[in-house]
């Protein structure tokens, strides 16, 4: 049986914070952390035939079987990518990493928004109006300083999966970082080593953005209390009318735009000293708060979603979706009637980090009710920041409105409490949960398709230094046996048990060897990019159709647990599919389903429905079937 291999995190919610810095313990902690492998050629190329099965025709499959074979023959091409990769692998950090945020992140042109930015949705928190909405940022602000004490101090405890340390980096990267639009490509940079390093925050408001001084003279952090007062000054200094007519253009929604728009439109920005200055500061500060307007109504049915829609577009341009500069890594998003999430962009770091950051966020807001007293020293104002709205600028502020909406139009994202079990009932039948949840989704595309698709999972690459993902396919030979015995009348029940446990099991195989390294999509990424490297012609096997097949995500998922009870979002990868994100809970389970309106074939509420009756009848063919003692 696989073993199971789970992320554990060290339980530093609310430990107070060490003010002593550990210099060097980040450095020699990672200096600690293995190289990520190169997988054996010959066994990523069985793997990928494998993985082929239940998606490509028998035709197709013996296509890519003859050019897999020419691929790996004794002095073929494969070999030689090989041998430079490994070579590659001995001379740098991470042979990956710095290709796949190249091509995963900075090179991909589309959008942030949806496309790659995921929003994290958080319960609903207990107030309704705007003071309700600024005590409770500016708690939030706090609990995020708190956490970059640990940061800074370099006394961030290091989190384990499969009893191995995992490389911590990536916390290192999320505050006071930013993504910079280019013509072709975008870069990112991060201010957090500067000298001096940031001390401000942007907060949005009314479309308008402010950099917030959050640490005084002395560099200790303004006190809740401090930090209530300067978001008072910033939101009545910003609700209407405004200043000037240059004061209401929504420059934010710029930063929705397709990249290689946003690049030309960033230049025409920047031209301006003033406008230059502004957009420099809010890529210097330490992350971005936003303070929302309201949100069109819903049915209760809807809240969640709504608010899924609020952390991932901000709902269009005559909603939030200005109030925002989507470039920067880190957005918190408090709305007035209660609602607060953030939005992240993506190249820095995965969801897991950020989440950890953020329950630490939730737990420090939740405990510190006190009020602090109000400090008898003046603040200076936040410091309002222009920008000068050229005919140009002003045409490009116009086109990402209309871009923007049609994609805001164009999405559809359901969230759903999944509350007849959690983690618990597949843990009883000593089945890993992820993989349950895994084989519900193949049950439920299966049941509203009749077939198997290209079906991604994000696996952790943290076990090395500087390890970000590989893809889980959760789409197996085993999977397709389950999902087609399922609901076939003529199949016994025990035998239906039977596929269900080999199609978790090989699941969850699968995933301890995307997790140390031996998964087959970076590998072949890496020997394609080798050609490309070596000036070679791409190799066929990566011209082949089943290539494209296979790399046709219908289903884009991912697993971010948490503490806090919250759920992340993000878009479908293909116009076509579906993207899945979700937090088994012990008790419960959240879901994040999305589709593109566009695509006839697709409809996130049936996808969930479906997905919540494969669940329930997975625990019901469980209990109703006797199995030999486990
Ligand atoms: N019997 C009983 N319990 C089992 C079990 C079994 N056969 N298999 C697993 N479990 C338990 C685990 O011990 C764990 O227990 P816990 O709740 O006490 O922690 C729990 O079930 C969860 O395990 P599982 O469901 O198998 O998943 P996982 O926690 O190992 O996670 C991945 C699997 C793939 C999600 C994880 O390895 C990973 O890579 N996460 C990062 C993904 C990522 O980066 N996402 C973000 C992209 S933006």
């Known amino acids: 049986m696989a073993k199971p291999c789970r992320l554990v995190k060290p339980n530093h919610l609310m430990k107070p914070v060490s003010a002593t810095r550990v210099s060097g313990r980040y450095l020699s902690h990672q200096q600690g952390l293995p190289h990520l492998p190169v997988p054996p050629l010959q066994q990523t190329c069985e793997r990928y035939v494998a993985a082929l099965e239940p998606i490509v025709e028998e035709e197709e499959l013996q296509r890519t079987r003859e050019l897999m074979q020419d ?7 494969g070999e030689r990518l090989q041998r430079g990769l490994e070579k590659r692998a001995r001379r740098t950090e991470n042979w990956l990493s710095e290709w796949w945020v190249q091509l995963a992140y900075l090179e991909y042109r589309l959008p942030v928004v949806v496309h790659s930015s995921p929003g994290l949705v958080l319960p609903r928190m207990n107030f309704s109006d705007k003071q309700g909405q600024i005590s409770f940022a500016a708690k939030l602000i706090a609990g995020v300083l708190d956490f970059k004490t640990m940061i800074d101090n370099e006394t961030l405890p290091v989190e384990f999966l499969g009893g191995k340390s995992l490389c911590m980096s990536q916390y290192y990267e999320v505050l006071s970082s930013c993504r910079i639009p280019g013509l072709k490509r975008d870069s990112v940079v991060n201010h957090a080593k500067g000298s001096p390093p940031p001390r401000h925050i942007t907060v949005v408001h009314n479309f308008q953005f402010f950099a917030l001084d959050v640490y005084g003279g002395d560099g200790v952090p303004l006190t809740v209390e401090q930090l209530r007062v300067q978001l008072e000054r910033i939101c009545s200094s910003s609700s209407s009318p405004p200043q000037s007519a240059d004061d209401v253009e929504p420059v934010g929604i710029l930063t929705t735009q397709h990249r290689d728009s946003w690049g030309k439109a960033y230049l025409n920005l920047v031209k301006d000293k003033t406008n230059r200055e502004s957009v420099s500061i809010i890529q210097r500060s330490i992350f971005a708060l936003c303070l ?50 953030a939005n992240y962009e993506h190249a820095p770091a995965e969801g897991p980090p950020i989440v950890a950051l953020i329950d630490h966020v939730v737990e420090y807001t939740r405990k510190l009710e006190t009020e602090t007293p109000p400090s008898s020293l003046p603040l200076p104002n936040p410091q309002k920041l222009h920008f000068n709205i050229t005919p140009e600028v002003k045409r490009d502020i116009e086109e990402a409105k209309q871009s923007m909406n049609i994609l ?4 559809d994202v359901r969230v759903v409490v999944f509350g007849h079990f959690g983690k618990s009932v597949p843990k009883s039948h000593k089945m890993s949960p992820d993989a349950f949840i895994q084989m519900a989704l193949q049950l439920a595309y299966y049941r509203m398709y009749q077939r198997c698709c290209a079906t991604y999972e994000s696996a952790s690459l943290r076990m090395f230094r500087l390890g970000r993902t590989d893809t889980i396919r959760s789409a197996s030979a085993a999977s397709a046996a389950f999902v087609k015995a399922f609901d076939d009348a003529g199949r016994q029940n025990t035998e239906k048990v039977d596929l269900m446990e080999r199609a978790v099991h090989a699941h969850r195989s699968y995933t301890n060897m995307a997790i140390s390294g031996q998964a087959i999509d970076r590998h072949l990424l890496g020997l394609k990019m080798q050609a490309v490297d070596e000036q070679l012609s791409t190799p066929r096997i990566f011209r082949d159709a089943a290539y494209a097949k296979a790399l046709h995500y219908q289903l884009s ?10 759920v992340m979002c993000f878009g479908p990868v293909v116009p076509d599919g579906y993207g899945v994100c979700y937090n088994p809970m012990s008790d419960h389970i959240n879901f994040s389903v999305s589709a593109f309106n566009a695509c006839e074939e697709t409809d996130a509420a049936r996808l969930a429905r479906t997905l919540e009756e494969s669940l329930l009848d997975m625990r019901t063919l469980l209990d109703q079937t006797p199995r030999a003692k486990l």
Do not use: Y
């Not at 691929?71 to 091409?77: D, K």
């Not at 805001?408 to 999405?411: F, Y």
């Not at 998922?557 to 503490?563: D, L, W, Y």
């Open 292 to 341: 929302d307007g309201a949100m069109p109504r819903v049915s209760d049915e809807m809240i969640r979603s709504s608010a899924a829609v609020q952390m991932l577009h901000g709902g269009g341009s005559e909603w939030n979706s200005a109030n925002r500069w989507f470039d920067k890594t880190l957005q918190f998003i408090v709305g007035e009637d209660g609602t607060c999430g």
């Open 71 to 77: 691929f790996q023959r004794a002095g073929g091409v």
């Open 408 to 411: 805001a139009e164009d999405l």
């Open 557 to 566: 998922t991912s697993q971010v647990p948490s503490q806090t009870d919250c």
